[in-house]
Structures are given as structure tokens and as C-alpha cells.
């Protein structure tokens, strides 16, 4: 079945809310707007108000108030409308829901997920345009999660919902359109597993989210010109699946890394250091990364694409990797 | 008023008092590490506010939490087992003095970034109510998380969605050094900011164990009855300084200021109480000295000669692995 992320986002939601009455749905906009992005389109009108609660706009007030409900034994699934706006809530997720598990001595989980898209869209500004993966990824505690694909999505939302921990699920403005192939009925996947989404024999390229399809592309182009990339999507960026990246590091002998964020402590450079701790020796060259500059995101269009990977910069790294450059 | 029911309160009372001293002791032997923040002078809120509870209620509290977890019938021996960091401490040794957990006892636990505790009290009453349940959540903090963001937006959604919490402003005049009139706009009567939330307030003599009580038991019905949040400010004061670092005066109070609260001590209140009324005698107040060090001894000997954790428990409970 061909359908959006945005749908397939919707169809977890709602087959798990029906699975689960513990399972409800929290955030800004999330019941009779129909959700920011119109991910909940349907729900309040199906699950009612009790379970789609809109709330004010106070991201640690209600994602705390979510976390002390999972305490309780409730499912929620906290909406952020926007990631950048989770800072706010970054005392809750850190400091609380993170920890909680441990402080207790495993007497209290907190199984929930907070969901919502992180990365740019267009032209929406330094606030609005971060990626922030690699905090979230940084705290013991937290799994965290960014699929690519509306199959992804919808299977590892499921997971999420199931999942006994907190999963901090990030999607994509710029996702939310897109469509792909879903399989019918109900599915999940695993989380914590990676898979090639192109196989190739002389460059690994990891690339999430976003940056995945921007991947697909650049190797679409690159194998045009003789040069065969594999693509891994980790999906999982924590716990990451280093085993897949490394088998086919041990192929290919090259790795380029594709992230939004900026580079300086960003995911790539843990991914980079975790492959070269385990595969050194299956090494041609050092490691490249493609990432986000480290500024401010800027507003002007010119600037913005600046900013960010984009095609080009992806496949001057593959070549430049190759020795090609 | 009951002879057995006070002596009750008292018992409770002095546990904490004695359970402190001691730990206060400890901590000089460095058998106990880390922050250290005593409630001696600030049992009867405590004691007060969860004799009004039902085991099945949940509690709340901030980082100065060894009195609410005794209060709600923790073990007094795993409670200083964790402040000595030990495998048989209520958290396995992990918490520590400001993270005390106890989920049988429904004591969910002390947190230590102020206010941070708040918004999760209005999620585990939330649940009560998702599930329909008569279940009603306490949560104690003190004047100090009072200003703080995260208690105001747990204010308003507690009031919005008429959660069964009842908010205990603990109010000791002091968050660490500084005076709740330069910490809080309306400081003269914190109550009247929480009603502007449209939550029923009311203000209490925290040093009173009875009057603590009685108007809890008062709230909590009326909670429990789902008549929405409701929001007590007990009065009391901190004899003791912030943690063992900050000595009990000097700088931002006078020694005259503390004897002044000393003479209010709550224990010593419930007992001239007991006395005037003939329902506690000397005999009956040495009984409980007595039972109550034996019961802390206990407790020392217990955390002394329990192990510490294995370090195989470091990469453990961090997430729940299926």
C-alpha cells in the first residue's frame, strides 16, 4: 500500500491505540486542529478527548505530567510539535524520565514515547531548523529513534509504543509527504536494527532520516558513473547497530556519513569513532563526514542550502573517499 | 483526641528526628556521602500530611525526602542502607539521600532539581483519574520550587483538568540562603498565587501536627471526591541548614532567629498537647525514646554490616531489557 510518512505515523498511533487503552496521545494541536502536521487527523474524533489531549503550550509541564503517568503505569505518546521545542522539556526527558529507571533501582520504568520532527524545512529560521539527535543520543536511558521511510515509520512507532523505555522518536517536516510502500496489516521492526537500503560494493554510505534519501539519490547518480555505494540506514541511532555498518565496512573498506546536525560532536563523529574502534584494520582511509555547518540555522534560502548537505556535497565525499575528489 | 493515635504521631515524629541525628552522625564518620539535607523542625508536615493518606495514594517529594519516605512506612534499616550506598538500601544503593524510592509504599521518590518533581505529580494523579480510580497524589515541595516555571504550568494543568493532587508548599522560609521575601513576589501569603490558578488554598502551622492533619484530612476527601487540585502552605522552619555544608546560622539567619523556632519545635508542641490533655506521661515518652534509638541502631547496624552493590549493578536498570 502506497502511503505518506504522515499516514503511516497515524496508522501505528491508531492501530496501538486500539490495541492498548493505557495508550494515549498528548501534545499542542494534537485533537481538534488534527495535529501541527496533521499526524492525529482522526483520532480525537475516534478515541475521544480523554485519550488525544490537547494541552497548553508548556512543553516540561506536560511532558513531565506524561512521564509521571508512565510512572503509573499509562502508554503515552508525548507530541512535540516541533523538536526544538522539547528544549523546553529537556529537564523532563534528562533529569527525570532518563534517570528515573536507575535512581530506583529498577523499581520504576517509564515506558512512553515523545515524537515529533526535528531538522530544517524551509527557510524556517534558527529556532525551528535543529537537529538535535545527538543530545538525546548523548544521555544513558533513552533510545532514540529516526526512520526514513513511511515502512520504517510505521514499524518502529509500533515498536516504540510497545517498548518498555522511553523512545524518543524523531520524523522530519520535510518526511512527512513522502511516500513509500507500506505493508498491509499489522508489522513492527525491531528496534536497534539497521538495514541496507542499497547494496554496493565500494563505498558504505550511513545515512538517517532526511539524509537518507538525499543518500539514495547521490548513489542513483554515483552508480551512473561506475562508482557502487551501499547505503545503510542505522534507523536506530541509539542503541546503534555497529554490526551492520561493520560488515559492510569490511566489504567496501569506506565510509562516508551523512547527518543534518552540526558537525562538531555530532552523531557521525560517534558513529566514525565506534567503526574505527571495532574495524580500523578493514580501513582503506580515514573516515568523511558530511554534516550540517556549525552556525545558527539562516534564514535566507541561499544560506540555508548552504548549511545543510545536499546532493553535491554527498557525492564530492564519496569520490573524495575514493580518491577520486 | 485518642491516646494511641497520638502516640502514633509522635513515634513517627521522632523516628525522623532521631533518624537524622543519626544520619547527621554518619555523615561525620563519612559513612554517608554525597548531599546531605536534614527535615529536622519540618516532621509534622510530613507526619501530618501522609497520616491523612491511603496506602494506595501516591506521594511526591523534593530532594530533603528521608521524612516523607519514614512517614509513609519505609524501612527505616533499607533508608539508611541507601544513604550508605548499600545493595540492600531502598534503591540498591543508585538513589542516594535526595533520590529515596519506595514504589510499595507508593513513595515515588525524592527529586533534586527544584520543581523538576512537580509536573510528574500531576502525571501519576492524571493516571489515577485516566483510570478511574479514587487514588489521590501528594506532592511536597518547598517555598523555594514555589517561583519555578515547571510548578506553575503543573498548577494550571492540574487545575484545567481537575487532577486528584493535593500540592504541599512546604514553606521553611528559606530556600537554601534566601528568604522567601526575596524569592517570592506575593511571600506574605503564597496561597493567594495559587488560587489566582483557581486552586482551593489554604494555610496551616506546619509545626502543628494535628492542625497539619486535620486540614489534610479535610482536603484530601474533598480530592478524592474529585473536586480537582487543591494546594495547602504549611508553615514551618528548618532548624538545621541546608545541608551538612551550610551550619544551622550565620550568615543569612541569626542563632537568636533559630531558638526563637526551636520553641516551637514540633515534637515538643505534641507533646505538651498530650500532656495537658493526660493522654502522655514521662513514661510514655521514654517508652518511645527508647524503641525509637533501638530501631535506629537497628537501622545503622543493618546499612553497616549490609555490602555494597556488586559492580556487575553499574550497567544495570538503566533500561528495562525484555
Known amino acids: 500500500m502506497l502511503l505518506s510518512y504522515r499516514e503511516a505515523l497515524n496508522q501505528a498511533m491508531r492501530e496501538e491505540m486500539r490495541r492498548d487503552a493505557r495508550t494515549f496521545l498528548i501534545g499542542e494541536e494534537v485533537g481538534y486542529y488534527q495535529g501541527a502536521f496533521k499526524v492525529s487527523k482522526g483520532f480525537v474524533e475516534e478515541f475521544g478527548p480523554q485519550r488525544v489531549l490537547d494541552t497548553p503550550i508548556t512543553e516540561a509541564g506536560f511532558t513531565g505530567l506524561a512521564i509521571g503517568a508512565a510512572m503509573a503505569g499509562l502508554r503515552p505518546i508525548v507530541e512535540l510539535m516541533t523538536l526544538n521545542f522539547g528544549i523546553l522539556a ?19 520504568s517509564v515506558p512512553m514515547v515523545i515524537r515529533g520532527p526535528g531538522s530544517a524545512a524551509h527557510q524556517l529560521g534558527a529556532q525551528h531548523s535543529q537537529s538535535l539527535e545527538a543530545w538525546f543520543c548523548h544521555v544513558p536511558g533513552i533510545k532514540v529513534v529516526a526512520p526514513a521511510t513511511p515502512h520504517d515509520a510505521k514499524g518502529l512507532l509500533k515498536s516504540a509504543i510497545r517498548d518498555q523505555n522511553l523512545v524518543l522518536f524523531i520524523e522530519a517536516q520535510l518526511l512527512y509527504g513522502t511516500k513509500g510502500e507500506v505493508r498491509d496489516g499489522e508489522y513492527t521492526i525491531p528496534i536497534g536494527q539497521a538495514e541496507v537500503k542499497r547494496s554496493g560494493s565500494d563505498v558504505t554510505v550511513v545515512a538517517y532520516s532526511k539524509m537518507l534519501l538525499l543518500a539514495m539519490d547521490a548513489g542513483e547518480e554515483l552508480s551512473r558513473e561506475g562508482i557502487d555505494v551501499e547505503i545503510i540506514d542505522p534507523r536506530t541511532l541509539w542503541p546503534l547497530d555497529l554490526d551492520t555498518i561493520v560488515t559492510s565496512v569490511r566489504k567496501t573498506g569506506r565510509v562516508v556519513i551523512v547527518e543534518e546536525g552540526w558537525r562538531f560532536c555530532g552523531l557521525g563523529a560517534q558513529i566514525a569513532d565506534s567503526v574505527y574502534t571495532v574495524a580500523f584494520d578493514y580501513l582503506d582511509g580515514p573516515i568523511i563526514r558530511v554534516t550540517g555547518e556549525d552556525v545558527p540555522m539562516p534564514y535566507s534560502r541561499v544560506l540555508e542550502d548552504a548549511a545543510i548537505p545536499d546532493r553535491l556535497k554527498v557525492i564530492e565525499a564519496v569520490k573524495q573517499v575514493l580518491g577520486r575528489g | 483526641m485518642e491516646r494511641t493515635d497520638l502516640l502514633h504521631l509522635y513515634r513517627q515524629m521522632l523516628l525522623i528526628r532521631r533518624f537524622e541525628e543519626k544520619s547527621a552522625e554518619m555523615y561525620a564518620l563519612a559513612k554517608i556521602a554525597g548531599f546531605l539535607h536534614l527535615y529536622i523542625g519540618e516532621e509534622a508536615v510530613a507526619v501530618g500530611a501522609i ?105 494550571n494543568l492540574a487545575a484545567l483538568w481537575k487532577l486528584p493532587l493535593v500540592f504541599v508548599c512546604e514553606n521553611n522560609r528559606y530556600g537554601m540562603g534566601t528568604p522567601v521575601h526575596r524569592a517570592v513576589a506575593l511571600y506574605s501569603d503564597i496561597t493567594e498565587t495559587a488560587r489566582s490558578y483557581g486552586i482551593p488554598a489554604e494555610r496551616v502551622d506546619g509545626m502543628d501536627v494535628l492542625a497539619m492533619r486535620s486540614l489534610m484530612e479535610q482536603t484530601v476527601k474533598r480530592v478524592r471526591a474529585g473536586q480537582g487540585p487543591a494546594f495547602i502552605e504549611a508553615l514551618t522552619y528548618r532548624f538545621m541548614g541546608h545541608s551538612m555544608a551550610d ?9 537568636d532567629e533559630v531558638e526563637e523556632h526551636r520553641k516551637r519545635d514540633p515534637l515538643f508542641l505534641l507533646q505538651r498537647t498530650m500532656r495537658d490533655h493526660n493522654l502522655g506521661a514521662d513514661a510514655d515518652f521514654k517508652q518511645l525514646e527508647h524503641e525509637v534509638n533501638e530501631q535506629v541502631a537497628q537501622a545503622v547496624t543493618f546499612a553497616e554490616t549490609s555490602p555494597f552493590p556488586e559492580l556487575s549493578a553499574l550497567h544495570e536498570d538503566v533500561l528495562v531489557t525484555e
Open chain 1, 90 to 108: 529537556m529537564d523532563q526527558i534528562v533529569n527525570n524520565a532518563a534517570k528515573i529507571r536507575y535512581m530506583s533501582g529498577g523499581q520504576i
Open chain 2, 247 to 255: 551550619p544551622s546560622h550565620g550568615h543569612y539567619r541569626t542563632k
Open chain 2, 51 to 155: 497520616a491523612a493518606l491511603r496506602p494506595d495514594d501516591y506521594v511526591i517529594s523534593a530532594y530533603r525526602d528521608h521524612g516523607y519516605c519514614l512517614a509513609r512506612g519505609s524501612d527505616p534499616r533499607r533508608v539508611m542502607a541507601e544513604l550508605f550506598g548499600k545493595a540492600t538500601g531502598l534503591c540498591k544503593g543508585k538513589g542516594g539521600s535526595m533520590h529515596l524510592i519506595d514504589c510499595e509504599k507508593r513513595f515515588m521518590g525524592g527529586y533534586a532539581i527544584v520543581g523538576g518533581h512537580i509536573p510528574l505529580a500531576t502525571g501519576l494523579a492524571f493516571a489515577t483519574k485516566y483510570e478511574q480510580g479514587d487514588g489521590v497524589t501528594v506532592c511536597f515541595f518547598g517555598e523555594g520550587a514555589f517561583p519555578s516555571g515547571q510548578a506553575h504550568e503543573a498548577f
